[in-house]
């Protein structure tokens, strides 16, 4: 799979502004009311990235869950990335 395009990368944070956009990655925080709650969240993550074969390197403190998306065979970001990322959006309010 190829890496994104400098066009692709910009309209990917135009569209997803809540992610950072990193030289190789994706990255965001989201914050819930307690651990139970993040825990719920990393649970539909992982059945999502489980069902696209992609998965997030996941960061879990407390009430907040960083998620960081890079397709590492190919050395930076992919359309996996940003795909999965748009499916992780859509399970938030």
Same mark, same amino acid.
């Given at each position: %799979?190829? +890496? +994104?395009s =400098? %066009?692709e @990368?910009? =309209?990917?944070? /135009?569209s997803?502004? =809540?992610?950072? &956009?990193?030289e *190789?990655d994706?990255?965001?925080?989201f914050?819930? @009311?307690?651990?139970?709650? /993040? %825990?719920g969240? #990393?649970t539909e #993550?992982? +059945? #999502?990235?489980?069902k696209?074969g992609?998965?997030?390197?996941? =960061?879990i403190r407390?009430n907040? #869950? $960083? &998620?960081t998306l890079?397709?590492?065979?190919e050395g930076? &970001? $992919?359309? @996996?990335?940003? *795909?999965?990322?748009a499916?992780?959006s859509a +399970? $938030?309010?």
């Amino acid at each position: %799979m190829a +890496l +994104l395009s =400098e %066009m692709e @990368r910009q =309209e990917f944070a /135009a569209s997803y502004p =809540e992610w950072r &956009l990193g030289e *190789d990655d994706i990255q965001r925080t989201f914050t819930f @009311r307690d651990f139970t709650e /993040a %825990m719920g969240f #990393v649970t539909e #993550v992982a +059945l #999502v990235a489980e069902k696209a074969g992609h998965h997030p390197d996941i =960061e879990i403190r407390w009430n907040q #869950v $960083t &998620l960081t998306l890079s397709t590492h065979s190919e050395g930076g &970001l $992919t359309r @996996r990335d940003t *795909d999965l990322a748009a499916q992780i959006s859509a +399970l $938030t309010p």
